[in-house]
């Protein structure tokens, strides 16, 4: 059975986590579950969800299988309504979602400046939209935006995604102004270089470990989507009330350099 990290106190709660259907996403899922909360998870495709609801299951937490774009509002709302008419509470927003792509400024197409945008800050801005209420409603909430060591220092080729997530940071904390006073506690993780089945072509170029563990990362190595787990935990449970707005980096020291 699940609840293998019941200490976190979230036991019969309801999370909802965006881009859910592989590593980050899907790592954060199953490991609400062990704490104790049922799941709801969402992103576009189907089939995956598919697993990750019987990983969830497995733990003997209920799984919600949602498939939507969040680059469409309508989806979001409709989102919204099945998962409390599903479970009658959202407690934990874990906005994972996000899309990206490594080119040069000078190559951007107005494409890929949309739908970074538009997957990455537009749909998180309008998830939690559409979920506050509801959370306002109950008298509490924690939501958790997953930024990047990117939001914070630059990186070649992802002007972007640089951009979209130094805009998930600062958002992270505009809602946490807003919405701490109604209960409803916004933060945000940021995870450094992470080994994600959608990264590991980069991660496999020739000099690439060499530069990022060796320069980049005093710890050594690049993070697994299992390193962001214990921070995600940690900013859904009771232990961190007194966290409001702050970005929490998962970085292995990326950023203190």
């Known amino acids: ?28 899922s199953v490991g609400l579950a062990e704490a104790g909360c049922d799941v709801a998870l969402v992103s576009r495709t189907v089939s995956k969800l598919e697993e990750v609801a019987a990983d969830v299951e497995a733990v003997g937490r209920r799984a919600l299988v ?8 309508e989806q979001i709302r409709s989102m919204t309504e099945k998962v409390h008419e599903t479970f009658g509470q959202i407690n934990i927003l874990v906005n994972n979602a996000a899309w990206t792509d490594t080119v040069p400024a000078l190559e951007v197409t107005e494409d890929e400046w949309d739908r970074t945008l538009g997957t990455s800050l537009k749909g998180l801005f309008f ?29 070649r ?51 690439f470990k060499e530069w990022v563990t060796g320069e980049m990362l005093p710890i050594g190595r690049w993070a697994q989507p299992e390193d962001m787990l214990g921070a995600v935990l940690f900013l859904a449970s009771p232990l961190s009330d007194m966290v409001v707005g702050h970005v929490l980096m998962v970085d292995g020291g990326w950023t203190i350099h």
């Open 157 to 207: 080729g992802r002007s972007v995604y640089a951009a979209v997530k130094a805009g998930v940071h600062h958002l992270t904390r505009a809602l946490a102004y807003e919405w701490a006073p109604n209960g409803v506690y916004v933060n945000a993780i940021g995870p450094c270089a992470t080994e994600t089945p959608t990264r590991r072509e980069i991660f496999a170029r020739p000099g």
């Open 66 to 73: 949602v498939p939507r774009d969040l680059n469409d509002l």
């Open 1 to 28: 059975m699940g609840e293998k990290y019941e200490s976190f106190g979230l036991a019969g709660q309801v999370a909802l986590v965006t881009g859910a259907s592989q590593g980050i996403g899907r790592v954060i």
């Open 127 to 155: 998830t939690s939209q559409a979920v506050a209420p509801i959370m306002i409603e109950q008298g509490r909430g924690k939501i958790i935006n997953v930024g990047s060591t990117f939001g914070k220092v630059a990186f």
